[in-house]
């Protein structure tokens, strides 16, 4: 960019003249780009999840190589390896990952479920994890749809498919009681409640607004 001292204007063309009055142009200093480089940081991120891929990698393979040598049973490198493939999921899903808040949300809360679920199934399967962790779990959801549907305001009938995918897995548990895996119910049926109460809510309240996202969801 070079300026015209005598017209007192700016030139933006590759020039050394002024188009008006012929004088010779001023250059000046080019501006910085003051734009944040998003491309550099992410690869800086990539980067820095590929070591820690790495290093999980190397440590799992080293306790593996050490439960070989005690004979004793891989229950400690499974559930090490279960934890760091579980903060490598987060990284790559929560971090990295180009889904909206609310997917990541139940993203990250399902990885953790299942990674309680994986720890209490080798340590004896209690079955904590599917009696207690798997119901709070969809509370957990629940209570951030409420969040997320007070915060987007102008858009709050959005969230309706996830509450909708809340009532289908908290009767899906159910499922599993009847499988005899699970041996507690009660945590369940407040789930179960909660989300049928949180969807009604939602329909009621929200009135014809929320009857036409239904009806543009289902075609109907």
Same mark, same amino acid.
């Given at each position: 960019?070079?300026?015209? =001292?005598?017209?007192?204007?700016?030139?933006?063309?590759? *020039?050394?003249?002024? !188009?008006l009055?012929?004088?010779?142009?001023?250059? #000046?200093?080019?501006?910085?780009?003051?734009?944040?480089?998003i491309?550099?940081k992410?690869? @800086?991120? @990539?980067?820095?999840?590929?070591?820690?891929l790495?290093?999980?990698?190397?440590?799992?393979?080293?306790l593996?190589?050490y439960?070989?040598?005690?004979?004793?049973g891989?229950?400690?490198?499974?559930?090490?390896?279960?934890?760091?493939?579980?903060?490598?999921?987060?990284?790559?899903?929560?971090?990295?990952?180009?889904? =909206?808040?609310?997917?990541? %949300?139940?993203g990250?809360t399902?990885i *953790?479920?299942?990674?309680?679920?994986?720890?209490?199934?080798?340590?004896?399967? *209690?079955? +904590?994890?599917? =009696?207690?962790?798997?119901p709070?779990?969809?509370?957990?959801?629940?209570? +951030?749809?409420? %969040?997320?549907?007070?915060v =987007?305001?102008?858009? +709050?009938?959005?969230?309706?498919?996830?509450? @909708?995918?809340?009532?289908?897995?908290?009767?899906?548990v159910?499922?599993?009681? +009847?499988?005899?895996?699970?041996? #507690? !119910?009660?945590?369940a049926?407040?789930?179960?409640?909660?989300?049928?109460?949180?969807f009604?809510?939602?329909? %009621?309240?929200?009135?014809?607004?929320?009857r036409m996202?239904?009806?543009?969801?289902f075609?109907?």
């Amino acid at each position: 960019m070079s300026k015209c =001292n005598n017209c007192r204007i700016e030139i933006l063309d590759e *020039t050394e003249y002024c !188009p008006l009055c012929h004088s010779v142009l001023e250059k #000046t200093e080019e501006m910085e780009n003051t734009y944040p480089d998003i491309r550099m940081k992410s690869k @800086l991120i @990539l980067f820095l999840s590929n070591i820690y891929l790495f290093l999980a990698i190397a440590t799992e393979s080293i306790l593996i190589g050490y439960s070989i040598y005690r004979g004793d049973g891989f229950l400690e490198a499974i559930i090490t390896g279960a934890v760091l493939f579980y903060i490598y999921a987060l990284i790559r899903y929560a971090i990295m990952g180009k889904s =909206n808040i609310r997917w990541k %949300i139940l993203g990250v809360t399902m990885i *953790t479920v299942g990674l309680l679920i994986v720890i209490d199934y080798f340590i004896g399967f *209690t079955k +904590w994890s599917v =009696n207690y962790v798997l119901p709070t779990g969809i509370l957990v959801i629940d209570v +951030w749809i409420i %969040i997320l549907m007070i915060v =987007n305001r102008k858009n +709050w009938q959005s969230y309706m498919m996830m509450q @909708l995918a809340m009532v289908l897995c908290s009767g899906g548990v159910f499922i599993a009681y +009847w499988l005899h895996i699970m041996t #507690t !119910p009660v945590v369940a049926i407040v789930a179960l409640y909660a989300s049928i109460l949180l969807f009604l809510g939602t329909v %009621i309240i929200g009135g014809r607004r929320a009857r036409m996202e239904l009806k543009r969801r289902f075609h109907i």
